[in-house]
């Protein structure tokens, strides 16, 4: 229970009784103020930079409120144990002069000032024992980024708990130092990666939002105990990315871009055998980069390449193949070793989607200094593969998480069954674990994706879509910072179904339902999206037409585009989290009362398309009951199709099932003679889909007459259904 706060202690000045010799009073002697007052060369480093804690008593009272510079209206407090602290990273190292801390009634008895460069390892700057709370003022001597109160005994039956934590220093600039050289050390099967002599685990995330966003995320970043950023590409967009990265102390690993990569902005085939001004183009231009920020203080590591080897196989096959992947590791070398003549002082490494690319990188690139692999549901895997292949260097995983859709088994739609929130959060927890039970071997891992983007690939893999945290931010920050204790964590989602999941009627209801609870007890707000990944290929999610029936259960309008569909279940909390849960369903043409009447009936055309695509494409196609088949006219205006119904036959609905070549305007034309037609229906804001025409009229031919396409290819229909 969180207790109330308690006034400020008035100043006052002490020394322990105990302490006997000159040196120990010196030491030890504590002054207290309620304002203290720098010395010419002191400058307040900690002031509004990021503070962390080991825990904190209740809302309120967290670790920021300790170095916002508000003396008596905020203060930190951590739960009611011994061994708790509070730290702040000034950014950068600094040379420390004083540090001050405000306590409020909860103060530490014993406690020790402590400062790190790397927010790993401590050394002692500071032993207090027999304090009395107050204001202590304790000047040090050393330098550090991070400075630590960490708490030995406390002074009663409550926590620790600080108005302000102050760090003096004799440098109040805001430019980050170079932290030292980055080194591969160790031997086979005991390396480790340092920085500045100190040693470094990368715990990363790939980067995601623009470099403008920079500031406003990397502290959020920071804040989950993440030390390292990846990138795909370098440029001269990169220094504001690297300047953000270094202002809260993390570091970057810096990726070159080579044909064909298998993600985002791969582009076309190159020829690794023939193409030498490709490869010297390349290998100038990364070597201008890495001239350019070889001292910059984010740099960790180059890395060349993304999943080239395996993107290699869209481009050639056979004999080939093999050549341009011996070839491309090859050229991979000459840029480790160009790398290396410029910036001794980082490694090099080359990023592949298997470890099935690490043959041809032990035979043809030795002078990278690590590998590293994107591995994702097989995380685990990847220990056993290095240990039967024989490989005599160490790696870091540079992508990982939850399973992806290339690895999961099909649903009852024929589509990747996605995991649900609680299952990738557990992917990711997993392949951390299998990460660090490769000591000495496996150095770290950059886990994908710190993303905000709100669509089909960012529910699937990134932690706060939307700027809303998921469950699995929650486990990459547990993971890498060892404790979530005192966040506010999002709703859990389970057990959604949807009905019917395999025959949603266009434009028609079906049903949603979900379990959802919140582990906080906050109120939940809802949202449900669609997505026509699957469907029209388009990744966006859109928000659906809902309505709530109660109990978890929403009632949804399904879109008119025939095909499958992912709908989301969004529960949000009101305090910057949500889950997400998916399912698919497929949309189908709304069943129409009566008879098809034109089904395999005689149907002509004033075109159709021959071979192209998936044609053949004739006009029976559009009257064969099968919607994976199509009629498909020539690319031009007018356009018709027409179904002798044998006599003349009662017509109460049409039918049209467009591909998405759809007309615009069309008319409904009928005649009982083949050559006198009469318009029964027409339309100049045709937008494809499904369009149901009612009707009440008797004849035997039916004719669309097609005047104005929607698109810039011509007709296509995969149903022409007339039903009696």
């Known amino acids: 229970m969180t207790r109330p706060p308690v006034p400020l202690t008035p100043p006052r000045v002490r020394c322990p009784v105990a302490l006997i010799t000159l040196g120990a009073l010196l030491a030890s002697c504590v002054t207290l103020a309620t304002a203290p007052s720098a010395g010419a060369a002191d400058t307040l480093l900690s002031q509004g930079k990021t503070g962390t804690a080991s825990s904190q008593e209740g809302d309120g009272l967290a670790a920021a409120a300790a170095v916002d510079g508000n003396l008596t209206g905020t203060r930190w407090a951590s739960k009611w144990n011994d061994s708790e602290w509070l730290q702040v990273d000034l950014g950068a190292t600094r040379n420390l002069s004083r540090v001050v801390l405000s306590w409020e009634s909860a103060y530490g008895k014993s406690y020790e000032i402590q400062s790190s460069d790397d927010g790993t390892t401590w050394r002692t700057l500071k032993t207090v024992t027999g304090g009395n709370g107050g204001t202590d003022d304790l000047a040090v001597s050393g330098s550090g980024r991070y400075v630590r109160m ?11 708990s600080l108005w302000e934590f102050q760090v003096y220093g004799g440098d109040g600039g805001t430019n980050p130092q170079p932290g030292g050289a980055v080194k591969v050390t160790g031997s086979q ?6 920085v500045g002599g100190q040693p470094y685990t990368v715990k990363g995330l790939t980067w995601g939002p623009s470099v403008a966003d920079a500031p406003k995320y990397l502290p959020d970043v920071k804040s989950m ?4 950023i990846r990138t795909w590409g370098t440029d001269g967009s990169t220094k504001p990315l690297l300047d953000s990265a270094a202002a809260q102390g993390l570091r970057v690993v810096n990726g070159f871009w080579l044909q064909p990569g298998g993600g985002p902005g791969s582009g076309g085939c190159v020829n690794y055998v023939t193409d030498t001004t490709y490869k010297t183009n390349s290998l100038k231009e990364f070597a201008k980069w890495v001239d350019a920020y070889k001292s910059h203080p984010a740099t960790l590591m180059w890395n060349v390449g993304n999943e080239s080897v395996l993107g290699l196989q869209n481009c050639y096959s056979g004999t080939e193949l093999e050549a341009q992947r011996n070839a491309y590791t090859t050229f991979v070398n000459d840029v480790a070793k160009k790398i290396h003549s410029i910036d001794p002082d980082h490694p090099v490494t080359s990023t592949d989607a298997w470890t099935g690319a690490w043959p041809y990188y032990k035979r043809n690139a030795p002078d990278l200094d690590l590998y590293s692999m994107n591995s994702y549901g097989n995380m685990c895997k990847v220990r056993q593969d290095w240990i039967d292949g ?12 939850p399973a992806g859709e290339w690895e999961v088994p099909d649903d009852a739609n024929g589509i990747p069954d996605e995991p649900t929130d609680v299952q990738k959060a557990e992917g990711y927890t997993k392949a951390w674990g299998c990460v660090t039970g490769h000591a000495g071997v496996a150095l770290g891992a950059t886990m994908f994706h710190y993303g905000t983007e709100h669509d089909f690939g960012g529910v699937w893999f990134n932690l706060l879509p939307d700027g809303l945290k998921r469950l699995s931010y ?17 709703p859990v989602v389970s057990n959604m179904a949807v009905t019917p999941a395999g025959s949603a009627p266009a434009g028609g209801e079906f049903t949603v339902r979900a379990d959802v609870r919140d582990p906080d007890g906050d109120p939940i707000t809802y949202k449900i999206y669609l997505s026509g990944n699957y469907a029209s290929g ?15 259960t929403f009632a949804v309008t399904a879109p008119e585009k025939l095909g499958v569909w992912k709908v989301y279940v969004q529960a949000e909390d009101g305090r910057g989290n949500a889950g997400i849960e998916t399912k698919s369903m497929k949309v189908v043409a709304p069943p129409v009362t009566g008879t098809n009447v034109a089904l395999n009936k005689p149907t002509t055309a004033s ?4 071979s192209y695509g998936d044609c053949p494409c004739t006009p029976a196609m559009a009257v064969d009951g099968k919607q994976g ?5 020539d690319w031009a205006d007018p356009q018709w199709i027409r179904t002798d119904l044998g006599a003349p036959t009662p017509i109460r609905t049409i039918q049209l099932v467009w591909d998405p070549a759809f007309a615009k305007a069309y008319e409904v034309q009928v005649s009982n003679d083949g050559n006198t037609w009469r318009t029964v229906h027409s339309t100049t804001t045709g937008n494809g889909d499904i369009d149901t025409i009612g009707l009440n009229e008797t004849a035997r031919y039916v004719r669309l007459n097609l005047t104005q396409r929607g698109t810039g290819w011509g007709y296509s229909l995969h149903e022409f259904g007339i039903y009696s």
């Open 390 to 401: 024989g490989y005599n260097k160490p790696y870091i995983i540079t992508e990982t998480g």
């Open 189 to 194: 099967g005991n390396w480790q990666l340092t």
């Open 474 to 490: 929650y486990a990459v920050k547990k993971a890498y910072k060892g404790s979530t204790a005192g966040d506010n964590t999002p």
């Open 150 to 160: 960490q708490g030995v005994a406390r002074s009663g039956g409550y926590g620790y």
């Open 538 to 552: 388009d990744k966006r999610l859109v928000e659906a037409q809902w309505r709530a029936t109660g109990n978890g």
């Open 607 to 610: 075109s159709f398309q021959g």
């Open 629 to 633: 088949t199509r009629w498909a006219s």
């Open 225 to 228: 105990g993440v030390n390292t």
